[in-house]
């Protein structure tokens, strides 16, 4: 690994790294949101992608009951515990992945896929509140490659995090989700101008410049 005259981290191919990898690991490495998130500790760069939109939308509130789904390693979960709980109001936040997430203060995990059929029951059962307040989705599936494919998958993710949310969130909840410019996107925003009051998208200055991917925030949802 050396340095160029900018700086700019320099990673050597190694036997047994694919070249996908090698510039991988030289994207995060030169990637200052993924510098600044290991010195504040933060679980991931991501952090501040929600950091962000609850800058510009207010979404949290001491005593909440959040519900962040796809939420590991965390970075969503950490930021929404500090608001949550703040001053003597103690709010709730439950982080849900099919992937098992490594313990967070003020945040409960629970191993789940989403899509099986008890999963709403299960999560129900973990809230501290009849319904979540916020429900946030920042779910991103395994990439074929294959554009359009892709597409479709974060879509179904994006609209199974709707159905989770017309079954959990309470009146007057918020809803964050991840979607990827393609086309189908459009399909998504009419569904929650049904359900939420005020529904906005942003991208937030810590996403990439050279991914599509946008959030959709739903405002004031409606029972």
Known sequence: ???DANLKVRVKSAKGR???STRWLERQLNDPFVRE??????RSRAAFKILEIHEKFNIFQP????????????????????YVNSGQQLGQVLAVDILPIDSLSQV??????????DSLDLIR???????????????????TGHKSTDHLRIIALLENALDVTENLLSDGGIFVGKVF?????????NRMKIK????????????????????????????
Request: proline share 4%; aromatic share 6%.
């Open 1 to 3: 690994m050396t340095r």
């Open 18 to 20: 694919k070249l996908s």
């Open 37 to 42: 998130a290991n010195r504040l500790g933060f």
């Open 63 to 82: 005593g909440q009951c959040v519900l962040d789904l796809g939420a590991a390693p965390g970075g969503w979960s950490q930021i929404a515990a500090k």
């Open 108 to 117: 409960e995990s629970l191993q789940l896929d989403i899509f099986q059929e």
């Open 125 to 143: 059962e973990k809230l501290v509140k009849p319904e979540a307040d916020i429900i946030l989705s920042d779910m991103a599936p395994s990439t």
């Open 181 to 189: 410019r393609g086309g189908t996107e459009n399909d998504i925003l």
């Open 196 to 223: 939420f009051q005020i529904v906005k998208h942003i991208k937030p200055k810590s996403s990439r410049a050279n991914s599509t991917e946008l959030y959709v925030v739903g405002l004031n949802y409606k029972k």
